[in-house]
């Protein structure tokens, strides 16, 4: 049987029910003012660490209280979330540039084969299901209609038809990727290349080489770096998320991504190593890398019990290349 669904709780007792279960308060204004302008269920992704964690029962995975350790502050949950909320915007900015670049070079790539290039299957690969993306598309292209000038003189002067250096500016960037995605491999490195990508196949391990040459693995990085984007863009919880795990074999042969997990990466850590890896090609001398781990010294490490591992940051990540003040 499920179970029935939770009481609604007042403001006021949301705050005594955290109080009941360890939390402490140093302002009971500041917790009426917070709860009030951000929902107790999101703060609750940011207090989970902090409940006490429930003895192992007969080997099943441990579980956690409705306790919290002792000396957990409403305050450390309100720093983690101001952390957190510090870090979607650095991610949104940094993912602004590389959204920009991957539009501009894949309809750079496929523009010069054909304008139309996104109406004709033969320039993917046949698993493709371009049907079903085209028709995305023409909605993301109904969208534009409505109150984009751009998208209307194209159609009133070219009977309806758009380029595709028109449409990557009306596709949502998950549109970008599946066409980066299914582009022939050829193309994809044509494309990853431009941006400063330069896999080497050469030192990778024969299935690994062989799985590469099928397609280009930056085709996942952009699906996962999709999933990161949009969290941020909807407000969700970065810190301690886990995202789709991509592959790290390849792009660990790169100068400056060493340092990425071995395997695969699903933490932050290795999107934010491929935002600052892509910010070195296409915006020299950005001080975004700086601002990140500035973030993570001055803020999250003042916050008790948080640490950058959470997020899979390795030992010494600061001594990595990508992550120095940048020099030409």
């Known amino acids: 049987m499920p179970k029935p669904i939770k009481d609604f709780l007042e403001i006021d007792e949301q705050i005594s029910r955290l109080r009941s279960r360890g939390m402490s308060f140093s302002a009971r204004s500041d917790a009426l003012r917070w709860l009030t302008a951000v929902n107790y269920y999101r703060l609750s992704g940011y207090s989970y660490p ?15 209280s409705d306790h919290f350790v002792r000396g957990t502050s409403f305050d450390s949950i309100t720093a983690l979330y101001e952390f957190d ?10 993912l602004e540039r590389v959204e920009v670049a991957v ?9 010069r084969q054909n ?57 949502d960037f998950a549109d970008v990727s599946r066409l980066y995605d299914d582009m022939l491999t050829v193309d994809q490195y044509a494309a990853a290349e431009s941006l400063g990508i330069r896999v080497d ?36 919880r970065l810190w301690n998320h886990k995202f789709p795990p991509v592959s790290t074999a390849a792009f660990r042969t790169l100068p ?13 850590y290795g999107a934010l190593c491929m935002i600052a890896f892509e910010l070195r090609t296409l915006s020299p001398g950005s001080k975004w890398p700086t601002k990140v781990s500035r973030l993570i010294r001055q803020d999250l490490r003042s916050i008790p019990g948080r640490t950058e591992t959470e997020m899979g940051f390795p030992d010494r990540w600061e001594q990595q290349v990508l992550w120095r003040p940048y020099s030409s």
Do not use: C, M
């Open 50 to 64: 902090y409940r006490q964690i429930l003895p192992s029962d007969g080997g099943r995975s441990r579980r956690r």
């Open 85 to 94: 909320r510090k870090l979607r915007s650095l991610v949104l900015d940094g």
């Open 103 to 111: 539009r501009s070079t894949v309809s750079h790539h496929l523009g």
């Open 115 to 171: 304008p139309l290039a996104h109406e004709d299957p033969a320039l993917f690969r046949p698993t493709f299901d371009h049907a079903s993306w085209w028709r995305t598309a023409e909605r993301r292209l109904s969208r534009a209609r409505r109150h984009s000038e751009f998208v209307k003189h194209h159609e009133q002067e070219y009977g309806g038809k758009v380029p595709i250096w028109v449409l990557v500016e009306v596709l």
């Open 201 to 236: 196949t050469s030192i990778l391990s024969k299935s690994q080489r062989a799985k590469a040459l099928k397609g280009h693995p930056f085709a996942r990085w952009l699906e996962q770096l999709t999933v990161v984007r949009n969290t941020a863009a909807h407000h969700g």
């Open 256 to 268: 400056g991504l060493e340092d990425l997990p071995d395997g695969q990466s699903e933490r932050l």
